[in-house]
Nanobody, 120 residues
Framework: QVQLVESGGGLVQAGGSLRLSCAAS????????MAWYRQAPGKQRELVAT???????NYADSVKGRFTVSRDNAKNTVYLQMNSLKPEDTAVYSC??????????????WGKGTLVTVSS
């Protein structure tokens, strides 16, 4: 019913920047909180940033001051601007959306992820 598609990953040198996008499509009433997660090789998935429908944001301590999450509600899209990238930021980045469907159920959806590789 709801699809999330990430884009914008790639290879970048340490200190560089990337901008990730995640677009939601399908049949739904409203998208509530959207979030970015990441999973590095051999590690557990971790929450990177969240943004509510009203624009309130939260960040993991490891990315504060370097990453900025934003969204365009008209386009059902969330963005993650990543600056001053470090090798330890290397991971598969996935977006998550808490969605209210037209039948009033609230469900979480995930994208398939996009790989970000930061070289030293």
């Amino acid at each position: 019913q709801v699809q999330l598609v990430e884009s914008g990953g790639g290879l970048v040198q340490a200190g560089g920047s990337l901008r990730l996008s995640c677009a939601a499509s399908g049949r739904f009433f409203r998208i509530n909180t959207m979030a970015w997660y990441r999973q590095a090789p051999g590690k557990q998935r971790e929450l990177v940033a969240t943004i509510t429908s009203g624009g309130v944001t939260n960040y993991a301590d490891s990315v504060k001051g370097r990453f900025t999450v934003s969204r365009d509600n008209a386009k059902n899209t969330v963005y993650l601007q990543m600056n001053s990238l470090k090798p330890e930021d290397t991971a598969v980045y996935s977006c998550n959306a808490n969605v209210q469907l037209r039948d009033w159920r609230v469900m979480d959806y995930w994208g398939k992820g996009t790989l970000v590789t930061v070289s030293s």
